[in-house]
């Protein structure tokens, strides 16, 4: 048998082993789910308002198994099939150029995946948020999302692998290095400015308005000089009612914004403890922990690259004899799934215990944080019908943020 068969046998086994771990995962969680509502359990839920999170749970849980058996009968009927290297050869006979067969391949796959995501996207919209009331999307609008979307991930996403094929095509035995630093200042630009640019595309972001929270919030961020001027709501509710808050950006480009569902649903002291949270995010600098991280990441990635992708190999256990960039790059993400999967295990890890600095951080510096906290966090899990009992590996896997009970707990202590 050749290597390529191997390999192919490898990234085979690797799809299957990837989605029968999922499968199970999502069982487990399932399971999990269904336990009788506990005395913690019910300072969030009324019995009723409990039954309503099991069937939410249930009803995301059949999607994502759907979701999860139809893309991977895709996903290995186009490996095994050559489909690949078929389209791969479609590009070749057509365009002269390697990079722009390169740029043209990932663009199609782009584009064929936004679309063939979008089904499960508008069920889980505009059936299972609609049914259990979260929904404020209009079809208009959630078109409109999808759009941009794909466009924003073409614009911002060929020019980056035109310049890492680019890279590859004019320096071999430095492409990791140079590709590397290229990804990380890339990455590093995203991190400071990614919100900013791209998050006002789909929402409004206005100063907050005038009124009893303001004035709360002015207080606290002089007393922890955090600019008012950084601070924004933000209209979620033209898609969702359920409620949050975030932290972006660094340095001088920063930014806090405040769900407009959440200045509505909660007391002034809550949100004036959430928005201590955000803060604490900021002043942990937890942003650039996670970009030092992601970079991290990125090297071990690239050095992998730069070390494999010369093999012929991997193209051609995507059914091609022709050696490609793409092909290889496929090939290798293929059979760096598990890697990416430790990776994600770590990263929301990391996460979470972030999670808990933040919180603490809003009891340090806020009087009352911690009922304050504990009071909005139960409103946050009410209004958006959160798992009680999530598995423990679902949650390692999934979870970038503590399970609700737990998070309770901790302020409690
Ligand atoms: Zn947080």
Redesign the pocket.
């Known amino acids: 048998m050749s290597t390529s068969d191997l390999l192919l046998i490898a990234i085979v086994l690797f799809v299957l082993i990837e989605f029968s771990a999922g499968m199970i995962i999502n069982y487990l969680n399932e399971l999990s789910k269904a336990q009788p509502l506990s005395p913690e359990g019910a300072q969030i839920y009324g019995p009723e308002e409990y039954a309503k999170s099991l069937a939410y749970g249930s009803a995301k849980y059949r999607l994502e198994m759907l979701t999860a058996v139809i893309s991977t009968v895709a996903i290995l009927a186009a490996i095994i099939g050559g489909a690949f290297a078929w389209l791969d050869s479609q590009l070749r006979d057509r365009i002269g150029s390697d990079l722009i067969v390169t740029v043209s391949f990932i663009a199609l796959l782009i584009a064929l995946s936004t679309i063939a995501n979008l089904p499960a996207s508008y069920y889980s919209t505009f059936v299972i948020e609609e049914k259990f009331g979260f929904n404020k999307s209009t079809k208009a609008l959630f078109f409109q999302d999808a759009i941009k979307q794909l466009l924003i991930s073409l614009a911002v996403g060929l020019p980056l692998l035109y310049a890492v094929a680019w890279i590859y095509q004019e320096l071999q035995s430095q492409f990791w290095i140079t590709a590397w630093a290229l990804f990380a200042i890339f990455s590093l630009f995203m991190f400071i400015f990614g919100t900013r640019i791209f998050l006002p595309m789909f929402n409004t972001l206005k100063p907050l308005r005038e009124g009893e929270l303001r004035n709360a919030v002015e207080a606290y961020c002089q007393s922890q000089g955090f600019p008012l001027s950084k601070l924004w709501e933000m209209d979620a509710s033209k898609r969702s009612t359920k409620l949050n808050a975030f932290?972006s950006g660094m340095g001088k480009v920063k930014i806090i914004g405040l769900y407009d569902t959440l200045i509505e649903k909660l007391t002034t002291q809550e949100a004036v403890a959430v928005l201590a949270?955000?803060v604490g995010?900021y002043k942990r600098k937890h942003v650039y922990t996670m970009f030092a991280f992601s970079s991290l990441q990125t090297l071990v990635i690239f050095s992998l690259m730069g070390w494999l992708l010369g093999n012929p190999n991997l193209s051609q256990a995507m059914g091609s004899d022709t050696q490609s960039f793409h092909l290889s790059i496929l090939a290798f993400f293929l059979l760096f799934s598990p890697v990416s999967t430790l990776l994600g295990l770590i990263n929301n890890s990391f996460s979470r215990r972030?999670?808990y600095q933040?919180d603490q951080y809003s009891i340090d510096t806020y009087p009352g944080a911690r009922e304050h906290m504990y009071s909005a966090l139960k409103k946050l899990s009410r209004e958006s019908l959160s798992n009680l009992n999530p598995h423990p590996v679902y949650v390692a896997v999934n979870y970038s943020?503590p399970p609700i009970l737990d998070r309770l707990a901790n302020l409690k202590k």
């Open positions: 932290f949270h955000e995010h972030n999670e933040a943020h």
